[in-house]
């Protein structure tokens, strides 16, 4: 939004809150026995901008977001259930990785950790922080040094797979190595 | 539209002022609202009367079925069928036929249309039992506001009887993915009047309202990692208050809104820290070679609760604000996380594994040795957040292969939901009273 927008949209909300007024029953035509019985904040609010105002949100827009670009080398780590141990069988991935890494000084890599979708938001963050710095740990004792390297996480946000089984969970349960 | 698609076979015992209220909302805006499904008996309802209100059919809006909605949600009313004689708030109702309809309360009202174009909504309130009225009050609101208007009143009304502050007129905030797309939404606390705060093509997670209910706290991935945002709802302005190494999560205000417990991997793992709503240089509270995440604060700012599995399996604890030992505070069970605590800092709810199921519990943190109590039957409940009464739960589970997010009183019986056709709904937090 630029500063026009928002200019305009505050004059606006302004000028709303300005038409709007609220009044207590007693100062009404109507009769009551109790019309000031609720305190500030419920209905009987008078200039606290019981309007327009209170209502706006102004949306906002970061769709635009640009995209990782990702290196020809093999770049997927895959986990057990509950384990951030990086097996064997992913030794392949991590020296080519950690040898690139060691042959160009400026080359930069992010490791996404990743987990299944079971579970909260923020503890599956943690649980997927935990593999990536495991892949970050296996990068570093083959050549690669730590300020080439940050690991992060997307918890159970970006599954690579969909699905409620335990083939789409093993898929889900990653890190990723990211070019930037 | 959302209400007449929505399968009955879903609501237990359908209302009959459910079906009023869908005659009625043939004249209003698609939108969605919560729908209430009642499950089990034996709360105690104070049977109420809510006529429709004179000339409210002339405006956009029907505010005595959402006064109706919004009582019948909370839990502490039994809505009685106002159907017959045509009232408002000058009226003069015939008790005796209020008291044979078994309606301790009445309402009545009426929406007049202003020179100006605002509207003025008026309405008194009546107890039957004793013959006497109660209170009302009179208020000249713009169109747009309407709805708010009828949420005071019901909020009015609620006060009134139960003795404890309504929270219809509050918001909550929730986020939707449909398909790539993450919407982070505000609305109204029956789901209605949802409006965009934030659209991206990346995650977005963990919104949390400051005290003061207008900034939003929340986690986006739309820089390729966790950011922790906070963003002014009416303006769209916004900043990065931790954009550190690694990543950045899990925010909770501290009721002061000056400062927030954010969760960092910045030093390795993932560890609790405390940063200012501006940013800077934030300050570790706690520093443990396990996973602590989820932070909260007790409404009187005194304890952080909290998630970790230092113990070997994610568990709750609880630690002074400023940092120190921690405490332990679920026992049963090997999978308990996502803490949030009553308003009074009586009541624990949270999320723990039964199996392969996630339900929602409260435990009773007044009472020494107290067991936790499951208050759902669904198997993916997540995010629980207190209404600012602490009389309401609202939570996110998922439903007919979509998520959906789920209002419920603390005992589990009555329930409603918010249903969406279109998106998944996800991360709901019940916002405080001012907005």
Known sequence: MNQLHRHLLTALAVASLAACSSVKLDDAPVETRTGTAVGAGAGSSTGTGAGSSQTRVAPVDVTGTSNVNYSNLPRIVYFDFDSYVVKDDYRPVIEANGKALAADRKRHVTVEGHTDDRGSSEYNLALGQRRAEAVVRSLTLVGADATQLEAVSFGKERPAVQGEDEAAWAKNRRAELASR | MALLSFPLSQIRFARRFALAACALALALPAAAQFRVEISGVGATQLPIAVVRFRDEDKSNQSPSAIIRADLERSGAFKIVDANGTPLDETSQPRMPEWRQRAADALVAGSVTRLADGRYDIRFKLWDVVKGSELGGQSSAVDAADLRLAAHRIADYIYEKLTGEKGVFSTRIAYVTRAGPRYTLRVADADGENGQVAL????????????????????????????????????????????????SNSAPAWAPDGERLAVTLSREGGSQLYSIGKNGGDPRRLASSPAIDTEAEYSTDGRHLYFTSDRGGSPQIYRMPAGGGGAERVTFSGNYNISPTVSPDGRTLAYITRAGNAFRLVVLDLATPGAQPQMISDTNDDEHPSFAPNGRLLIYATRAQGRTVLMTTTLDGKIKARLPSQTADLREPVWGPYGR
Not at chain 2, 209 to 214: I, L
Not at chain 2, 222 to 228: D, G, I, L, P, W
């Open chain 2, 199 to 246: 659209n991206s093509g990346q995650p977005i997670i963990s919104p949390a309202w400051s005290p003061n209910g207008k900034e939003l706290a929340y986690v986006s991935f739309e820089r390729q990692k966790a950011v922790v945002f906070v963003h002014n709802v009416a303006s769209g302005e916004r900043r990065a208050i931790a954009d550190f190494r690694g």
